[in-house]
């Protein structure tokens, strides 16, 4: 009897677990670390309903080699933030590249105190604006994390580009986008608005 009752207490936990949502790694890894207490930026009563990300269909056009150009000598600036808080970055240099027939350019920056940590010395941060922010994507603009490169170019996948946490939870700190980062494009790649269900 005890074996029997065993038995179907696990058949029903593991029909309670739901496979991860989304259409690629990066999209269930993203998902997972949403669920998950530890990792998501969600607060707890969002978390509780949380299903998955909304993203836009993976496009292998969005995933550009950007020619990149080192800028050595810029000067570190307070980058704003949504709060009082203004770490200091710096301009670490230049990418240009071409995407929907359009010539484009953004700065890449290196967050000063966070390349100290260990596992971050290699990490650069990527902001940019464009045209779906406000109507597809938050109004404040997406990110992109990358690394430094070997060479003079630079691989961007804008379809892992994320929300700032500030579009989750405003108990965070983000940094605003510098206006300089603007595309005059659709980036249809990427996650979506965070709509609350």
Known sequence: MLLSF???????????KKPLLGDTAYQKEQNAKFKDAATSPLTEKDRKTFSA????KFDSTYVVTANFKRTPNEAP?????????KPMYVKYGELTFVL??????LNIYQDIELV?????????????????????SYGGGRYLDTSLPEGSTMVLNF???????????????????????????RIEAGVKMFTKH
């Open 6 to 16: 065993l038995f179907t207490m696990i058949l029903g936990c593991t029909q309670d």
């Open 53 to 56: 990300l909304e993203f836009f």
């Open 77 to 85: 600036f307070e980058m704003p933030t949504t709060t009082e808080r």
């Open 100 to 105: 929907k027939n359009k010539a484009c350019k």
């Open 116 to 136: 100290k940590k260990e596992g971050f010395k290699d990490h650069l941060f990527l902001p940019f604006i464009d045209e779906t922010n406000g109507e597809d």
């Open 159 to 185: 379809n892992e580009a994320y929300n700032p946490y500030c579009a989750y939870n405003p108990r965070y700190s983000c940094p605003v986008v510098p206006l300089e980062n603007s595309l005059d494009l």
